[in-house]
Structure formats: structure tokens, C-alpha cells
């Protein structure tokens, strides 16, 4: 069979023409946004534009940092119970395969222009931008129409798989369609063609997936688009969004120049005795061992033969950490954060999220709205499952509206404390009002038999009073 190695499939103008003729539809996926697409990649893959080896200016990757935190604040705890029918069961364990990974997902989303969520039959394949592009959208913008584009390679061959999901037709004789082409072509083959057509069977993993198909009653895409919820305004027209931190680029930008600025100054500011040469070579044929800080400047260098110079560096350690610390305020506020989200820490010189209190409410607010984005691409994915069952289980068809009723999302809460929760529930305790074998469950870590056999022994061991004064011996 030979050695298969999988592409991360990137939309080429070149061979864009070729895609539009093949299907005869227009891409809605501009030059423009190409570029952004691009650059957002390379700038959270700690990549970004503004390296200058020559100015030792570096990246801290702060931008990838962002997508975690945010990500991690977005998947806290979360959990998704389905209705306890067959088809639910079925839509469990997916559910279950997707929460696996969901806080990557979530980041990679945020640090780009979304990402695509698409049934493959088994489970699901999660599509970054660069390997899909629209061809039809609502007047919300919500994408109707898409094309998939996959490759692969085996020996000198790449393959390419197009696939172009849509609605044809309208009322009661409207249709969901999928079509896939497949093309091969040569490696060293002159041009960025994708190659001249071939049968989906010359390749073993698509040689069941058909080549046209045709469904009825479907009343959305078969595929849903998770997305940053803000405003697309580098191209307005796009269907695409942006990452959590589009606004701040050149906050991104000035926080690496500065990190560059302070690592460099603190790189610069060994001690250093310059003496003239003739000591040194003194001490050479004398065989004396200078300190390491001791260097030697020839005659002429602005040393005479008696003079000796000390650098001293003049660090701006404190100066430094005050411009970071406002770039990273203003990074906070252009990101829908509370303005002290982000903050270089003195002591240990790392920089931190803070924790979310009950008065940032920037951040919850921000945090609950992609939160609800993510609740409706998930919602889109689990009807595209669903239908997706009709087609390759056995299992008992199902209606959606209560299938989709009976889905439960749970959420951890962005304000929890546990040192808080912790005390109040220890309160509860002293009141007689949860047994103490539940506290020590839940916050203690014991099991249910050691937490009671504990409470009954402090129970057997508590000084009895005797009412009239006194306690029983």
C-alpha cells in the first residue's frame, strides 16, 4: 500500500478556479481572508510577523497563551447528559468522544477563525480554516453551503478529496446533497492543479464514501461552525470570525518588543573589568588566573596602560515591568476581559490569568457568550449525528425537538472558590445540618466508608453532657 501521510489541506488561489468550475459555485472565502487566516496561524503558533533575529525581537507566543486561558475558562467542568433512549445512548458516547478533547478544540477556535465540526459516519472530524471554505450563507451569516477539501499521500501520488455540501431546491422537494470528487496528482508535476480526476475506489479510506448522495427531510447542514462571537470587521462580507484576540495585534506585537527589550537588558548586564591587554598577557606568561569578569582591550581602544573600566549595566527592571504590566491591561480590555486579567507577576516573573471574581464582569460575560456559542455549534453537530444514524446504525429513528429537549449542558462556575466553599460547608457542619461523612467526602477526599467510620468514632469519643452541668465519664 505504501507509506500514507495526511496534509493539512491549505485553499491555493492557484488551483481555487479548478475548484469553482469542478462544482460550479462561487467560494466564499476571499483573497483578504486567505491572508488573515494565514497570519492568525502563524501569530498563535508563536510565529508571528514582527520577529526580527536582527533586532533580537522574539515571540513569548502571549497570543496561543490567551487561547488556552480562555479556552479553559470555556470548557470548565463541563459535561453533557443525553435523554436515556437508544438513540440518546448513541449520541452519549459521541458526546463523550468529542468532551475528550474539546478544550483543544475550543483553543484552536478562538486562536483562529473557528472550526468546523463535521459527522465523518463513525464520529467526527474537526476541520480548521484552510481546509473549508463557504458557498452559501443566510442572512445571518450562518453557513448553508461548504465545501471540504482533504488530502493525502501515498508514495509519489497525492489525493484530493472535494466534498460540497448543500441545499438544492425549495419547499417540499428540497434535497441536502452531498457530492465528492476525488483527484490525483504526481509528485514534481509542474503547476498547483490539484491533479486530474480519479475514482473515489483508488483510495482504500474513501472507497466507500459515495460519490453523490441525496437526502430528504434535513433541516440543517449535516456540519456546524464553532466561532469567536465578535464582529468580523477585517472582512465584513465573510462568513469566517476571528480570533478572542483580533483586536489586540498590535498590543501583541509592543508586549514581545518589550519582553525582547527586558530579556535583552538583563542578558547585557554582566559585570565586566575591562584592563589593558599588556595585563593580560602579564598574567598569562605568569601563569595567573584571572577572574572570569576580566577582559582584556587593546592599546588604542580607549585604554591606556594604567587605566582600568568598569561596566556597569543600568537595568530598568522596575520601568520594564510597568509598561508590561499596562500592555497587558490594555490586552485584557480589547480581549472582553476585566481590565486585571493578565498580569506579569514580580516574584516569580511569569505571566499569569488571574482568577475570575464576582466583580469581573467582563469576563463572565464574555466567557458565557462564547459559552453559548459552542452550546449552538454543539447543538448543530448533534443533529448532523443524528442523521448521520438514520444512515449507518440500526437504531430506531428518533425526533430531533426531543431528543434535543432532553440534552442537559453543565457548566462549571467561573466563580467558584474552594477555600469559600469549602467554609461554608464546614459551617453547615457545626450547624447539624450535613453530616460530617458527607464533608469529608466531598472536600477531604476520603471514601464513603473511611468518612463514616471517622464520624462514628468522633461521635463515640465526644464528651457526653449531663444536663444539670457536668460531663458523663
Partial sequence: MGLINFIKAVWNRLFRRDIEEQFNTDLLYSGE????????????????????????????????????????????????????????????????????????????????????????????????????????????????????????????????????HRFEGEGEGRKYRITNHCFKKKSGTPGASIGEPCALTEVREWAEILPDLSLDNVERPLFSYFKNPAPNRLDRYSPLGVPIWHNAIKELEALDVAWSRKKSEVADSKHITFVPESAVMYADQHRQKLPRFVKGLQMGGGLDSEEVKEHVATLLTGDRIADINSIL????????????????????????????????????????????????????????????????????????????EGIVYNWGDLLYNFDEDRSRWYSYVIAGKVPFSYFLQKFEGFTEADAKELENQAQVTA??????????E
Avoid at 459527522?119 to 465545501?147: H, K, M, Q, R, W
Avoid at 464528651?463 to 458523663?472: A, D, L, N, T
Fill in 33 to 164: 481572508m486567505e491572508k488573515w487566516v494565514d497570519r492568525f496561524t502563524n501569530i498563535t503558533s508563536g510565529r508571528p510577523y514582527w520577529i526580527d533575529p536582527e533586532d533580537d525581537i522574539e515571540s513569548i507566543n502571549f497570543a496561543g497563551f490567551i487561547d488556552d486561558v480562555t479556552a479553559g475558562l470555556v470548557t470548565l467542568d463541563i459535561g453533557i447528559n443525553m435523554p436515556n433512549t437508544p438513540r440518546g445512548q448513541y449520541l452519549q458516547k459521541q458526546a463523550d468522544y468529542i468532551l475528550q478533547v474539546i478544550n483543544d478544540k475550543v483553543s484552536e477556535a478562538l486562536g483562529n477563525c473557528g472550526l468546523m465540526f463535521k459527522p465523518n459516519g463513525a464520529n467526527v472530524d474537526y476541520v480548521e480554516p484552510g481546509g473549508f471554505a463557504p458557498t452559501e450563507i443566510d442572512s445571518n451569516g450562518n453557513i448553508l453551503g461548504c465545501v471540504f477539501q482533504t488530502q493525502l499521500t501515498k508514495g509519489e501520488t497525492t489525493y484530493t478529496r472535494l466534498e460540497w
Fill in 329 to 404: 491591561a490594555l490586552i485584557s480590555t480589547k480581549c472582553g476581559f476585566s481590565q486585571g486579567m493578565f498580569v506579569l507577576d514580580e516574584k516569580t516573573g511569569m505571566m499569569t490569568a488571574t482568577q475570575v471574581e464576582a466583580n469581573d464582569q467582563e469576563t463572565v460575560r464574555t466567557i458565557k457568550n462564547i459559552r453559548d456559542q459552542l452550546k449552538h455549534a454543539l447543538n448543530g453537530l448533534f443533529y448532523s449525528l443524528n442523521v448521520m444514524a438514520d444512515l449507518y446504525t440500526d437504531l430506531p429513528a428518533e425526533d430531533w425537538e426531543q431528543l434535543k
Fill in 463 to 472: 464528651p457526653q453532657i449531663i444536663p444539670g452541668g457536668g460531663e458523663e
